[in-house]
């Protein structure tokens, strides 16, 4: 084949990590953060759609599309809470990118590394939006594969440098400190939820509680607190008691989506709650004083994914950091398929 | 990483070539027939689905998944009639088969070639159930990218081997007529369809026509021919007068899909058809009589699909013709994927 329109860059998980490095983690979340905020503040012109959900007895596997017009993009994502205990990942998702205007794949790539950044990335330009401007401490509750890139997202966009860390393993604290040595974070491990949250700026919760858990009461959620709602994602699953959705102003990504999946589950269907997109452009008020609760009630959205595929694919060019698949067939004639599989025998 | 569990394996387009080559194309599309017969006779173990498609202005990207709760699959495929002034293909696809039981992907592939594939082995399939045993002849009315497997999965499966072709560019059916040399089949190229449907068993009409055509009119279908209709395939585009519907017994695939994209869109939304699936698990008859005029209106379903990326699956093994991605990230510890990263600067 003399033409490379066959070809469809392929950005393995060695890959990813490799370009993560080069960039530098935190340079990675800031630009990858601005990818996200573009597309939250031009929310309109996406199509959005329903994720595809397969369900059975031990998981789900769902094909999360959408659109711009220009660009297409789906990640394939599962979720098997049993996968662990044969050395599996509960979660894994790789994404593909395509040009709308003539249906070629632009980018193939590993999601599961790119998902955690993703959604810190998002995480992140929520409270820069939503947190007090001068808000510099966190707790995490729940210290697991998630928290070092939410911790890292923060501090590239808020300058969040000191960290409170709880989690009911504490090797999973241990080994987030641990992670974080030498990022320019003053970091506690701490022994409870309590201890964790006591006169932190932000409150991200993120545990793989997978049942109606209150990790967090309202008792410990003081005034001006901007709460970052990560680990409650899917129907049945969330971390905070609902006394505190009442008296936090929430935000959510799609309102559809996040009704079914995220905290306001546990709310009435009509609760009022304002879509991050227009905070960000402009158009609905974010926090409305310092002694205000603010809430994100992230589920993590197709446009998010879309934003990171995007940014992968820009910062891939001059790289090494891709391989080319051979993924479409590219007769010189495009009646003579049949003649392209002949030829190939010769 | 010292496990495997972050491969997955890939076909490329070179690489699915070699395969069907070192099996032989005769029996590829033998052995992928009995996969696809397989299937439809399992019909109602599978979650059935209607494809989700993004539609623009130059196109359309659809993604069609199917499970029958033990694999899951889904395929890529996009239609962009204009791609061919650039070189491009108006159709190019790809696809992935997954565990349900761990959501992992077990095989990423491409589709185009594979799309033929199956699309020959599903209609050889039907004509196996409908047309008169005694078949030996087709008229093989449009002699593009379709024409050569559709023949030699007549010729594999029923012992079609007399072929009639035509199609408006004589080139198209010269270079039909070359590509089958050497395959036993005694080809005529004829100069019109009324030339090359006489006296023919089977009728195949796969055409690009993009709007409303009757390439086959009610006169020249005579008592007793199946005709195998291909190329109708979306909203506005159809192959036959509607005179001969109304003449036929029609078999179909999927009934809410073909209503829309099917020869029978011509017809009310009432009208009588028989799903192929029933006459193959012998719920449902076939041809009543040598005199019926039997109609496959084929559109392609994601069931076909889903039993070529299995025959695939299984064929692969233990052969040189795959690659192994990296498209899984596999940290020793799921909780601590940064640690992986970190592990990757060292």
Known sequence: MTSKLNVVPFVSVDHMMKLV?????????TELSAYVEEDFRRWESFDKVARVAAHSPDGVIELMPTSDGTAYGFKYVNGHPKNTRDGRQTVTAFGVLADVANGYPMLLTEMTLLTALRTAATSAVAAKHLARGDARTMAIIGNGAQAEFQALAMKALLGIDHLRLYDIDRWASEKCARNLDGF??????????????????????VTAAKQRAAILTDNLVGAGVHINAVGGDCPGKTELHADILRRAAIFVEY??????????????????VTELWR??????EGRSSRQQITLFDSVGFATEDFSALRYVRDKIA?????????????????????GMLLRAAA
Chains 1, 2 share one sequence.
């Open 255 to 272: 309102p559809p989506q996040t009704r079914i999946e995220g905290e306001i589950q546990q709310l009435a269907p009509d609760h009022l």
């Open 184 to 205: 320019g974070f003053d970091v506690i491990t701490c022994s409870g939820t309590e201890e964790a949250v006591d006169g932190t700026d932000v409150i991200t919760t």
């Open 21 to 29: 490095l080069s960039v530098g983690v935190e340079r990675f979340l």
């Open 279 to 284: 905070v960000i452009a402009g158009e609905a």
């Open 318 to 338: 001059g790289t090494p950091f891709f391989d080319e698949l051979d993924l479409l067939a590219d007769p010189d004639e495009p009646r003579d398929l049949f």
